[in-house]
């Protein structure tokens, strides 16, 4: 957890995610309650012309939620906000970043990236924490 | 290619309740990567001040999922599933919630625009998640309608 005292603008956080199997993608509909057949089905991809499965965009989002959550309790994110800007392919290995911009009022403001090791940027977000 | 009508702005979904289960959060901790106890350590979360598993910050778009008629918004609008993505989602968040608390959630059309002379139509949608009145958190999803005809 971090204290208040070490926050400071431009302070990054980061965290390097798994490889995103089929597995995880199996595991992810099942747990997400999203069975939509294009993150588990290659055959139902190719029926519509999509060369294989890829990822939830959700899977990544709660990725990028956990690089909250392990530096602040769940209670004290305010909000918190992205865009999908690209697919993430299976097998991918995402790494998950924030940056500090702003601590003003016992509020930390961050910007929020998920990024493919080829600098591929699939997400990018915002989210607002109280600091304890 | 369906054009979305900008007057169903402001249309309201019937309201659903569900309960999320301890059951459930574990699945979607280990799915997550999220390794932290409080997730799934009903000791643990009561150690760290909860009154049992927290939801964790995306789930709630998961419990969304539990709605029986949630096919039925698209469909109404006459929009094929296959031809949406989703664009953008963002959570504000009014207090915790836990395993076994019953959460009722209910949406409301806030924009309807289009980009590219209609060849992309963007949907935005709150969703209002409560307990007992209570406000506990503020979905806002974006999605987009691509023709298909379009160039991609």
Request: net charge negative.
């Amino acid at each position: 957890m971090i204290s208040t005292t070490d926050l400071s603008p431009g302070q990054e956080l980061t965290l390097e995610c798994p490889r995103i199997t089929r597995t995880a993608l199996a595991l992810y509909a099942g747990a997400s309650g999203d069975h939509n057949p294009v993150h588990i089905d290659i055959d139902a991809c190719r029926a519509v012309g999509i060369d294989d499965v890829f990822a939830h965009g959700m899977l990544s989002m709660a990725y990028l939620a956990r690089l909250l959550t392990d530096h602040w309790p769940q209670e004290q994110i305010l909000s918190y906000e992205v865009r999908f800007t690209a697919i993430t392919p299976v097998n991918s290995e995402p790494t998950c970043t924030g940056v500090i911009t702003e601590v003003e009022d016992g509020v930390a403001n961050l910007d929020l990236a998920v990024t493919l090791p080829d600098g591929t940027v699939t997400l990018r977000g915002a989210a607002a924490v109280r600091l304890a | 290619m369906t054009t979305i009508d900008p007057s169903i702005v402001g249309s309201r979904s019937e309201p659903f309740t569900t309960t999320p289960e301890r059951g459930r959060l574990r699945f979607f901790a280990e799915a997550t990567g999220q390794r932290d106890p409080v997730y799934t350590d009903l000791s643990a979360a009561e150690a760290a001040g909860h009154p049992d598993l927290p939801i964790p910050p995306t789930f709630f778009f998961c419990l969304e999922m539990d709605n029986p008629h949630r096919h039925r918004f698209l469909a109404d609008l006459g929009v094929d599933v296959r031809t949406i993505l989703h664009a953008g989602q963002r959570f504000t968040y009014h207090a915790p919630a836990h395993a076994g608390d019953e959460l009722t959630f209910w949406s409301e059309v806030t924009e309807v625009s289009s980009k590219k002379g209609g060849a992309l139509q963007f949907i935005v949608r709150d969703t209002h998640v409560s307990r007992a009145d209570e406000p506990i958190a503020t979905l806002t999803g974006t999605i987009v309608v691509r023709d298909p005809k379009a160039a991609r």
